[in-house]
């Protein structure tokens, strides 16, 4: 498991552990394969690392 800035690089890597917004709210559930949807997405929620597998 590591730790990495949420880019293009993290496209079809696998979430680690859960994403929240940093009001708490549930993004995304740990087992994701990350897709560049969800890449932007997350960016949009200024979500900037993110553990992955």
């Given at each position: ?27 995304l559930k740990a087992g994701h394969k ?8 997350l960016a949009k929620y200024n979500v ?6």
């Open positions: 498991m590591q730790k990495m800035i949420v880019t293009k690089f993290v496209i079809g890597k696998t979430v680690a552990q859960d994403i929240y917004t940093g009001q708490g709210f549930l993004l990350l897709t560049e949807t969800m890449v932007v997405s900037v690392t993110i553990w992955v597998e």
